[in-house]
């Protein structure tokens, strides 16, 4: 029923009427499949950004520190370090336990197809997706992504407000994220 | 609407709609391939728009943008009037629309009389660099890099109250491009969308921000009956547009009136998660909750018929039910004037009581020898409507609304049959929190989103 439009149509897209004729032509079309609700307490931040799977994993056992995981699209190259930008210790040649937590809570949020076309990976329906993922570590600026994470949470920060913003008609609430 | 008034809104085409539609295509196109790359079939698309608006006040200078265009110079100030142009035939369209349904529905409406609003301090150049950018790349050159050079922009119009509409805006269109990345590759590309966008991001980034000002107001009281709530939501943005009849103390028209509450949220945030972002307003929230009638004494209504919403100058009175507002006061109000800068099609939302139909192939309403589409991808996920419960519907208060050439219903509030039982539901209805125990259970699941993420912003942010 749905087509993908490049790595943004989604499994689980219901409601990404993409397939219609004139789609093109409509005004309002929610693009951007919305993200499905997921606990956030171990992996608080995830996107599909900047050519990367990458966000912030929280310690199991320091409250106060996170570590920035990343994979590349394509190359599928992975780093992790901590938000000090230490490498992580459990990176031994093989994605760590923090990688494997951004990968599933990003399957969780937009669901495995997306991910796995995001990242350019083949794998099979219910097939393990980090296994299948062939990259080498690569260094990668954790600061970048954690300004991103800091950037993401001051959004909770901006007040609210009562006057309208008509341009929101747009982007109507669609019923795929409940 | 009766089924004679559904028979009149169809049966009346305005002309010229198609007409207009090609001339505003024939920009989207030039957008998709980007203004320095323009051939003659586009060029002269192009000139086709600036020659119908010969005979406006922008026809000179949209003559002269086209001609520089086309010669390889794209300022932004070409752009911006092309922009302007583009919204004038959309304007025309809409108000062709809107005229249609008016008169179809007998629904009076007031007239625009507001003078232009003051100027203010101009925080918008960032934005128009960016869009002209867009432009002169166009969507298939749109990249990484393209994207995220908004960041900082919409970080600093975010941190301004009064440019919200450019900077919700702005951060919505991003998250697009972002998502669709390398947009070269991308099999389709939402043309109009994203046209009327961009289009709408220039206007409102005009030197000195005038678009975005505030309308004139006055001041009312008395009692505000609700219909029923529209949601709008992006990934970083929510909003709840409550429609409602106002009922002016001592005496008065009935007018119609809208009551508009958003707040900045995260991907994360979403369903019925959403209200608890809105908490600031727990007058309003439990009106919709508990189906209140709202008694507000001086509150600002805007030239364009909204509310700006003060919840202390607010109480929830008796229970008040939508569907008999809809069914006592609906017909007889007086719809505001749309402001001149929003009239858009897609703006069109004229709230509707629809009774004694049947919903044929779960999404398309049958109201005597007539047939409207109900638009089920307009249910909000933070309220109990499902497309299960409206196709077993008979009767739904919704807003009438156009999209490429069809008119659409979208419910804000159904009563149906289920089970031999009757149910209603309302968008609003999980306002302070969901009343489904299946939804209350999964919430529960995910856990508290809002204050996990607040717990690590307080941790990491003030560092």
């Known amino acids: 029923m749905i087509k993908a439009v490049n790595g943004l149509s989604t499994a689980g897209g219901v409601g990404l009427d993409v397939d219609e004729t004139g789609w093109e032509l409509r005004s309002a079309v929610r693009v951007v499949p919305p993200a499905r609700p997921r606990k956030l307490a171990k992996v608080p931040f995830v996107e599909l950004a900047d050519g990367r799977l990458q966000g912030v994993v929280s310690s199991g056992s320091d409250i106060s520190r996170v570590y920035v995981s990343s994979i590349s699209a394509g190359e599928h190259g992975y ?39 995001y990242l350019r990976v083949e794998v099979e329906e219910g097939g393990d997706l980090v296994g ?7 260094s990668a600026d954790a600061a970048v992504v954690f300004s991103r994470f800091l950037r993401h949470l001051s959004y909770l920060e901006v007040p ?3 006057m309208p913003v008509p341009e929101l008609h747009w982007f109507p609430s669609t019923g795929v994220a409940r | 609407m009766l089924a004679v008034q559904l028979a009149g809104l169809l049966g009346s085409a305005p002309a010229g709609v198609d007409e207009a539609l090609d001339l505003v295509s024939g920009f989207d196109d030039a957008l998709v391939h980007g203004f320095t790359r323009l051939d003659a079939e586009r060029g002269a698309a192009l000139g086709a728009l600036a020659a119908s608006l010969a005979a406006s006040p922008l026809g000179a200078a949209a003559r002269e943008a086209v001609e520089k265009i086309t010669a390889g110079s794209v ?36 007239r625009w009389t507001q003078p232009a609003p003051p100027q203010r301090e101009d925080l918008l150049g960032g934005c128009r660099a960016w869009l002209h950018e867009l432009a002169l790349t166009g969507w298939r050159g749109v990249d990484h890099d393209l994207v995220s050079s908004a960041d900082r922009t919409i970080e600093s119009l975010l941190a301004v109250p009064a440019l919200r509409r450019p900077a919700v805006l702005l951060d919505g269109l991003a998250a697009e491009l972002r998502a669709s990345c390398p947009v070269a590759t991308a099999e389709r590309i939402p043309v109009r969308r994203w046209a009327d966008l961009w289009s709408r991001a220039l206007l409102l980034s005009q030197a000195g921000g005038r678009a975005c000002a505030a309308e004139p107001a006055e001041r009312v009281s008395g009692r505000l009956l609700v219909l029923g709530v529209d949601v709008h939501e992006h990934d970083t943005a929510v909003q709840a547009q409550v429609h409602a009849v106002l009922e002016p103390s001592g005496g008065g028209e009935h007018r119609l009136a809208r009551v508009s509450v958003s707040v900045a949220k995260v991907d994360t945030i979403a369903g019925p998660a959403v ?11 439990r009106a919709l909750a508990e189906r209140r009638v709202l008694e507000i004494s001086d509150m600002p209504l805007l030239a364009g018929g909204d509310l700006v919403w003060q919840d202390e100058a607010a109480a929830a009175g008796e229970p008040a039910d939508p569907f008999t507002t809809a069914r006592v006061l609906l017909a007889g109000a007086l719809a505001p004037a749309v402001p001149p ?10 709230p509707v009581l629809i009774e004694d139909y049947t919903v044929k192939e779960g999404s398309r309403l049958e109201l005597g020898e007539h047939g409207l589409d109900l638009d089920l991808d307009r249910l909000p996920s933070c309220g109990p409507l499902t497309p299960e419960l409206v196709a077993a519907s008979s009767a739904c208060i919704g807003l009438v609304r156009w999209d490429a050439g069809r008119w659409k219903a ?42 996990v993420l607040r717990e690590r912003a307080g941790r990491l942010l003030r560092k």
Request: with cysteine; proline share 7%; charged share 25%.
């Open chain 1, 160 to 162: 609210g407000t009562t």
């Open chain 1, 132 to 138: 299948a993922l062939d990259g080498a570590p690569e």
């Open chain 2, 75 to 110: 300022s932004e100030e070409h752009l911006a009037v092309l922009a302007g142009g583009r919204a004038a035939l959309l304007g025309a369209v809409h108000d062709a629309l809107l005229d249609g349904l008016d008169t179809a529905l007998g629904r009076a409406r007031g």
């Open chain 2, 410 to 451: 979208q419910p804000l509030a159904v009563r149906a049959t289920v089970g031999r039982k009757p149910v209603e539901a309302h968008n609003g209805d999980w306002a302070l929190g969901p009343t489904d125990p299946k939804v209350v259970k999964a919430q529960a699941r995910s856990g508290d989103s809002v204050a």
């Open chain 2, 341 to 350: 800068l929003e009239r858009h099609p897609v703006r069109i939302a004229e």
């Open chain 1, 79 to 117: 780093n992790c370090r901590t938000n000090n930008n230490r490498p992580c210790g459990g990176l031994r040649g093989a994605p760590c336990k923090h990688l494997r937590a951004l990968v599933d809570e990003a399957v969780l949020q937009y669901g495995p197809q997306r991910v796995a076309r």
């Open chain 2, 275 to 285: 209200w608890k972002l809105l908490a600031d307003h727990p007058v309003l929230l």
